[in-house]
């Protein structure tokens, strides 16, 4: 059964600072790695996706990638409190006959204090 | 483009009624899923359907889940009974074809549902 784990958190990063979201995952066949992030009360919305081993950057936002570890990061720099939220890590594995549902995490709950 | 439209956005109903979840997709996407959130066990995902077909059904609890897309622009998820433990907010969403590498997937607002 594939699985993807994640520190539920919570996660008190100060303002400024940098935060570190971690996630692994169980199924080698995975391919590609999404990072959403959770308000609450609201639904997921992607950060950013990473499929190539190493680092993927999106201005504030770096996801990292280590197939072989089978570990996923995500760093957020000059972490703001509208970042407060929580961040789903999720894994996507290619089937042969259409689109695959993906796999999430239970996410990681995030808190910036001011 | 509205998004992902789901309805209602909040249902509550007494155990043992039949429950109905509403999706529209985005136009032009061919990839509808369906999840599941809880506290518990977090996104779990239900059933996912390709161009209106149902592709895996495996996420589906019970018996008394069920879902259809009868169209390229609508879905169903049925609860029949409902019990109290379906209890939790249930999310579509939509995507274009999911390329070599996976695609961003869409969701809709959710519906939080509440059995008593």
């Known amino acids: 059964q594939k699985e993807v784990e994640q520190n539920s958190g919570p996660l008190s990063v100060p303002e400024g600072a940098i935060a570190s979201l971690n996630c692994t995952y169980s199924?080698?066949?995975?391919?590609?790695f999404f990072w959403y992030r959770q308000y609450s009360g609201k639904s997921p919305e992607l950060i950013m996706f990473?499929?190539?081993?190493g680092d993927k950057e999106d201005g504030r936002f770096t996801a990292q990638l280590n197939k072989a570890s089978q570990y996923v990061s995500l760093l957020i720099r000059d972490s703001q409190p509208s970042d407060s939220a929580t961040y789903l890590c999720?894994?996507?594995?290619?089937?042969?006959?259409?689109?695959?549902?993906?796999?999430f995490g239970k996410g990681t709950h995030l808190i910036i204090q001011p | 483009d509205a998004g992902v439209i789901q309805s209602p956005r909040h249902e509550v109903t007494e155990m043992g009624q039949e429950v109905t979840l509403r999706c529209k997709p985005i136009?032009?996407?061919?990839?509808l899923f369906w999840y599941r959130q809880t506290m518990m066990r977090g996104l779990e995902l239900l059933i996912y359907?390709?161009?209106?077909?149902?592709?895996?059904d495996s996420g589906m609890p019970e018996d008394r889940f069920s879902a259809k897309m009868p169209n390229a622009s609508f879905s169903t998820l049925k609860i029949q009974p409902s019990e109290p433990r379906d209890s939790a907010v249930y999310f579509c969403?939509?995507?274009?074809?999911?390329?070599?590498?996976?695609?961003?997937?869409?969701f809709g607002p959710g519906t939080r549902l509440t059995v008593l």
């Open positions: 969403a939509s995507m274009v074809d999911p390329g070599k590498w996976g695609n961003e997937q869409f």
């Open positions: 199924d080698r066949g995975s391919q590609s």
């Open positions: 359907f390709n161009n209106n077909v149902p592709i895996d």
């Open positions: 990473i499929y190539s081993n």
């Open positions: 999720a894994a996507w594995e290619p089937s042969g006959g259409g689109a695959d549902g993906l796999t």
């Open positions: 136009s032009g996407h061919n990839s």
